[in-house]
């Protein structure tokens, strides 16, 4: 099974609304952490916000936050007030623990992403 | 502050030839961690770094990759001889502390295999 599944190859969203982004995972690591980041066209990878799993609240930065529903395995990304800047790969991505307890190591792993294109 | 540093920022070279990439992570970040990114796809960490010990280069194709970090700063990935399917991103990322926390990626090398 895919560890990290990101369904919407693409989106489009108009200038000033709202838009989610999709992510659902699959880990048997009781503690992991979720990440989103941006890939604008430039290459880099930009980190916009993390979820522990025994985070009570839902994580926000800004006009990001994160949509974070345990028993469903979704870590979806809410930006809002969509900005032309926006536009750009979305990556969902996952640590966890892998291996015997003391003997493994945290692994990280991304999805395919979701290209976000703002219309003006 | 200084963002992590790459170069080059493209390289197009022949199969069968060496390549060479470098990465200057953020000062004081001791973990480095290097990905290849294919089109289309999200980064894949190829090996990762805490100081100058490799901690996790379960995925690097020993055959044809090597990396080094002396003395637990900048970095270098090598690889020799590059085959068709090395086509692809090379990101360098580094963090100040262990285990992928708010990591800090450099632009990256495009490498192209003719």
């Known amino acids: 099974a895919q560890k990290i599944t990101q369904t919407q190859p693409g989106m489009f969203v108009q200038e000033k609304e709202a838009v989610t982004l999709d992510c659902t995972y699959d880990?048997?690591?009781?503690?992991?952490?979720l990440f989103w980041y941006k890939q604008p066209s430039s290459g880099e990878m930009i980190f916009l916000i993390y979820?522990?799993?025994?985070?009570?609240q839902n994580a926000t930065e800004g006009r990001y936050s994160l949509n974070f529903q345990k028993a469903r395995k979704s870590a979806n990304l809410v930006i809002s007030a969509s900005q032309l800047g926006d536009s750009a790969m979305y990556f969902c991505?996952?640590?966890?623990?892998?291996?015997?307890?003391?003997?493994?190591?945290?692994?990280?792993?991304f999805g395919k992403g979701t290209k976000l294109s703002v219309i003006p | 502050e200084a963002g992590v540093v790459q170069s080059p920022r493209y390289k197009i070279i022949e199969k069968k030839q060496p390549v060479a990439f470098w990465c200057n992570p953020i000062s004081g970040h001791n973990t480095l961690y290097w990905y290849r990114q294919n089109l289309g796809q999200g980064p894949e960490l190829l090996i990762r770094y805490e100081n100058e010990e490799a901690v996790d280069d379960s995925q690097l194709p020993k055959d044809r990759f090597s990396a080094e970090r002396l003395k637990g700063v900048d970095s270098t990935l090598k690889i020799q001889p590059a085959e068709l399917g090395d086509s692809a991103v090379y990101l360098c990322a580094s963090s100040l502390g262990p285990d992928y926390n708010e990591q800090f990626f450099g632009p990256g090398t495009r490498l192209t295999v003719l």
């Open positions: 991505a996952m640590r966890e623990y892998v291996g015997d307890s003391g003997a493994g190591s945290y692994q990280l792993t």
């Open positions: 979820q522990g799993s025994y985070d009570q």
């Open positions: 880990t048997s690591d009781p503690s992991y952490g």
